[in-house]
């Protein structure tokens, strides 16, 4: 098996339980925006509406500032109501900052990782504030060399200009010898595939679809499993 030295970590939905804090969040700001009216409701249209939103980011259709202060209004705007799509995204980013939660064995990944040797580095496409205090929250900051956000490199993964910047900032990196690993087949491991790395597609929601992935996991056992039998140089 190929000798792999850097680990270059997507976070939510790979490290962080995204999902969970989302839920909890959206949870809070719904109840705070419209206590009246059905919260399943409203959040399953604003995770349509936010889905679109990003997949339109990823391909660099719109900004990130976009995402954030639209898809609120945009998701009341589909019940006829009038909100303040910033005054919501602001609160709604406080409260998932809050959210540490990390996947089950995720740091015990992390743990792995770093007796056998490997440098890791956090490459995600969130917001600078939130994922910085769940960084700190959580207590894994620690664990990565560097860690880079695309509100902070300016561009987003799958660009190559992501990963340009963290080649450029991390000069140690070997690209044959680094490894990403995400959950995100749009974002990930495109971005990968698209600087000629090789990737890990975390498929925590056990899709059944095409892939370029080099190699494939579906829970921090798996990964365990991969990362300890690969040779660290």
């Known amino acids: 098996m190929k000798t792999y030295h850097y680990l270059l970590f997507d976070l939510d939905d790979t490290l962080f339980d995204f999902q969970l804090a989302e839920k909890e969040a959206l949870t809070r700001i719904?109840?705070?925006?419209?206590?009246?009216?059905?919260?399943?409701?409203?959040?399953?249209?604003?995770?349509?509406?936010?889905?679109?939103?990003?997949?339109?980011?990823?391909?660099?259709?719109?900004?990130?500032?976009?995402?954030?202060?639209?898809?609120?209004?945009?998701?009341?705007?589909e019940f006829g109501k009038e909100i303040d799509g910033e005054r919501a995204a602001k609160h709604y980013q406080q409260y998932l900052g809050e959210g540490t939660q990390l996947l089950d064995g995720a740091l015990e990944t992390l743990k792995l990782c770093k007796s056998l040797g490997y440098r890791m580095y956090a490459l995600t496409n969130g917001l600078e504030k939130t994922q910085n205090s769940r960084l700190d929250g959580s207590g894994i900051r620690s664990y990565f060399d560097a860690i880079y956000i695309s509100e902070q490199t300016g561009s987003q993964k799958p660009q190559t200009a992501f990963f340009d910047y963290v080649f450029a900032h991390s000069t140690e990196i070997i690209p044959t010898e680094a490894l990403m690993i995400g959950d995100s087949l749009s974002s990930d491991i495109q971005g990968a595939q698209n600087i000629g790395i090789d990737s890990c597609w975390y498929n925590g929601a056990n899709k059944e679809t095409a892939h370029q992935a080099t190699y494939v996991v579906h829970n921090q056992k798996e990964l365990h499993q991969l990362l300890a039998q690969v040779p660290v140089k």
């Open 30 to 77: 719904m109840r705070e925006l419209a206590p009246e009216d059905n919260q399943q409701q409203l959040i399953q249209t604003y995770r349509k509406i936010n889905q679109r939103l990003w997949a339109q980011y990823e391909c660099g259709e719109i900004s990130k500032n976009t995402i954030i202060h639209t898809r609120f209004a945009l998701t009341f705007k």
